[in-house]
Nanobody
Framework: QVQLVESGGGLVQPGGSLRLSCAAS????????MGWYRQAPGKERELVAS???????NYADSVKGRFTISRDNAKNTVYLQMITLKPEDTAVYYC??????????????WGQGTQVTVSS
């Protein structure tokens, strides 16, 4: 019913930048909150940033000032612009969307994850 396709991960040096994208498709009536989570080895998955349908964003303290979340509602896509990347940003990044389906059910859905590695 819902498909999330993530892209943009990769290997980057400390101080570098990456932009992640997550495109939603399927039998979607509406997309509500969209967000990015990450999970590093040995750690729990944590919220990195989220953005409401109205554009209100919030961020984890560790990424404030460095990451920017945005969305393009016409493309059903959420982005995460990451700058000044640090080794501690290394993780698998997962997109999450809260959607209302054409069936009127509201569900959360996860993307497949994209690896971000920050290393020299």
């Amino acid at each position: 019913q819902v498909q999330l396709v993530e892209s943009g991960g990769g290997l980057v040096q400390p101080g570098g930048s990456l932009r992640l994208s997550c495109a939603a498709s399927g039998s979607i009536l509406a997309i509500h909150t969209m967000g990015w989570y990450r999970q590093a080895p040995g750690k729990e998955r944590e919220l990195v940033a989220s953005i409401s349908s109205g554009g209100s964003a919030n961020y984890a303290d560790s990424v404030k000032g460095r990451f920017t979340i945005s969305r393009d509602n016409a493309k059903n896509t959420v982005y995460l612009q990451m700058i000044t990347l640090k080794p501690e940003d290394t993780a698998v990044y997962y997109c999450h969307t809260e959607v209302t389906l054409v069936s009127r059910a509201t569900v959360g859905h996860w993307g497949q994850g994209t690896q971000v590695t920050v290393s020299s």
